[in-house]
């Protein structure tokens, strides 16, 4: 029996508008399944969700982009809610705060809120936000950089074109790398292709500081020898301050390749010029492309990964798009050996109507998600919208 066909849907109590959830008997014993959140929303007028966990695992900050009707336009505004963790991965949906709204522009369509990450002490929130980011107070979900967050990421950005979709804070919380989409390119050729950077953003100035560097080209024109059309998201690692005031760690970012980039990132903010110095390699996922044998035949790969979570010396991941059998995926790196210990395919839920499958590959389901004690937690960006709770393996 495949796994997918284990996987039940929590039943909610009132609909809309419930704060929680009744699980099957068997929740309180290593659950494993699809959590709907529908019974914390509203109504179902959202687009694209995210969310992460506080460190100890107890709390999951979900994101809502607020649209003009089910999976629309957004409208520049988000609703924040906490949920307990601990008993998300039992099945249930126990709402311990929100919503909490942030954003007013109306007229900027870039601004969709992304991937997050907490401090390591678990008082803020870093939070991506497409062209801007938020600082966000853990304790009450409030913004701390303004409703609208800081718009200004652009200056020192690779090309004139950026997209902000996470957000990793240094150990003492002072410093975030931010992963940007970028355009950087010049020339006929090149012009279209995309790439990704990281840069750096200083929390108490509320500013980017000096010039981003690319973790995409800057490894395809090592290991490839030219320049792609490369699409990166999202971001784990640990960065910590040393001695001398610098910060040094690894940062793994994902990307659409089937890969993702391991960057071993040395910072220095005091050097307001190139602050980012690292050395670039990458833990390959999978090397299966669209080749014509399903319905789709671009060459791309069968595993565009958006989300990846770190949990010792093991890497989490899953799919943003669904394969040639229609499944998306989920699994594992040992980050000791770099191998891919698990690679698990299971069906998208049939409650997950929107988006639709465009040429046979259906993306926008995996992008974020989070991490509690006993489970592995990503979340989709369907309509309706799903935790998909995996016990940890």
Same mark, same amino acid.
């Given at each position: 029996?495949a796994?997918?066909?284990?996987y039940?849907?929590?039943?909610f109590?009132?609909?809309?508008?419930?704060?929680?959830?009744?699980? !099957?008997p068997?929740?309180?014993?290593?659950?494993s399944?699809?959590?709907f959140l529908?019974?914390?929303?509203?109504d179902?007028?959202?687009?694209?969700?995210? *969310?992460s966990?506080?460190?100890?695992?107890?709390?999951m900050?979900?994101t809502?982009?607020?649209?003009? %009707?089910p999976?629309?336009?957004?409208? $520049?505004?988000?609703? =924040?809610?906490?949920?307990?963790?601990?008993?998300?991965s039992?099945?249930?949906v126990?709402?311990l +705060?929100g919503?909490v709204?942030?954003g007013?522009?109306? !007229?900027?369509?870039?601004?969709?809120? @992304?991937?997050?990450t907490?401090?390591a002490?678990?008082? %803020?929130?870093m939070?991506?936000?497409?062209?801007r980011?938020?600082v966000?107070?853990?304790?009450?979900?409030?913004?701390? /950089?303004?409703?609208?967050?800081?718009?200004? +990421?652009?200056?020192?950005?690779i090309?004139?074109?950026?997209?902000?979709?996470?957000?990793?804070? !240094?150990?003492? $919380?002072?410093?975030?790398l =931010?992963?940007?989409?970028?355009?950087?390119?010049?020339?006929?050729?090149?012009?279209?292709k995309?790439?990704g950077?990281i840069?750096l953003?200083?929390?108490?100035?509320?500013?980017v500081?000096?010039?981003?560097?690319?973790v995409?080209?800057?490894?395809?024109?090592k290991? =490839?020898?030219?320049?792609?059309?490369?699409?990166l998201?999202?971001?784990?690692?640990?960065?910590?301050?040393?001695?001398?005031?610098t910060?040094? $760690?690894?940062v793994?970012?994902?990307?659409?390749? $089937?890969?993702?980039?391991?960057?071993?990132?040395?910072?220095?903010?005091?050097?307001?010029?190139?602050?980012i110095a690292?050395? =670039?390699?990458?833990?390959?996922v999978s !090397?299966?492309?669209?080749?014509?044998?399903?319905? %789709?035949?671009?060459?791309?790969?069968?595993y565009?990964?958006?989300?990846v979570?770190l949990?010792g /010396?093991?890497l989490?991941?899953?799919?943003?798009?669904?394969?040639e059998?229609?499944?998306?995926?989920?699994g594992?790196?040992?980050?000791?050996?770099g191998?891919?210990?698990?690679d698990v395919a299971?069906d998208?839920?049939?409650?997950?109507?929107?988006?639709?499958?465009?040429?046979?590959?259906? *993306?926008?389901?995996?992008?974020?998600s *989070?991490l509690?004690?006993?489970?592995?937690?990503?979340i989709?960006?369907?309509?309706?919208v799903?935790i998909?709770?995996?016990?940890? @393996?």
């Amino acid at each position: 029996m495949a796994l997918a066909s284990a996987y039940c849907a929590v039943v909610f109590i009132g609909g809309y508008g419930s704060d929680s959830g009744t699980a !099957t008997p068997s929740a309180q014993a290593a659950f494993s399944g699809n959590v709907f959140l529908n019974g914390i929303l509203p109504d179902d007028n959202y687009y694209h969700t995210h *969310g992460s966990t506080s460190p100890d695992g107890s709390k999951m900050l979900v994101t809502i982009n607020k649209a003009d %009707k089910p999976y629309g336009k957004t409208t $520049g505004v988000a609703d =924040l809610y906490l949920l307990d963790a601990e008993k998300l991965s039992q099945g249930r949906v126990v709402k311990l +705060l929100g919503p909490v709204s942030i954003g007013s522009n109306k !007229t900027t369509p870039k601004n969709v809120l @992304f991937r997050s990450t907490w401090t390591a002490d678990g008082s %803020k929130i870093m939070l991506s936000g497409g062209d801007r980011f938020w600082v966000i107070n853990a304790a009450d979900l409030t913004p701390l /950089n303004g409703v609208d967050g800081n718009p200004n +990421l652009l200056a020192g950005s690779i090309g004139d074109w950026h997209h902000n979709h996470d957000a990793l804070p !240094t150990n003492d $919380g002072k410093y975030v790398l =931010l992963t940007l989409r970028t355009k950087p390119h010049t020339g006929e050729a090149d012009v279209y292709k995309m790439d990704g950077e990281i840069k750096l953003y200083d929390v108490a100035a509320n500013a980017v500081v000096g010039a981003g560097v690319s973790v995409c080209n800057g490894c395809h024109i090592k290991q =490839l020898g030219s320049n792609k059309s490369a699409i990166l998201c999202g971001l784990d690692g640990k960065i910590e301050k040393r001695a001398n005031g610098t910060y040094a $760690g690894t940062v793994y970012v994902a990307g659409h390749g $089937g890969h993702v980039a391991k960057a071993e990132v040395i910072i220095d903010p005091s050097n307001k010029a190139k602050p980012i110095a690292m050395n =670039l390699d990458r833990l390959t996922v999978s !090397t299966k492309k669209f080749a014509g044998t399903g319905s %789709k035949s671009d060459g791309t790969s069968q595993y565009k990964l958006h989300d990846v979570r770190l949990a010792g /010396n093991s890497l989490y991941w899953s799919t943003f798009n669904t394969d040639e059998s229609n499944k998306v995926h989920y699994g594992k790196i040992d980050l000791s050996s770099g191998a891919v210990t698990k690679d698990v395919a299971i069906d998208v839920d049939s409650r997950a109507t929107m988006p639709k499958s465009k040429a046979g590959d259906r *993306g926008s389901i995996y992008c974020a998600s *989070g991490l509690s004690k006993t489970a592995f937690m990503p979340i989709t960006m369907t309509n309706e919208v799903y935790i998909t709770v995996i016990p940890k @393996f």
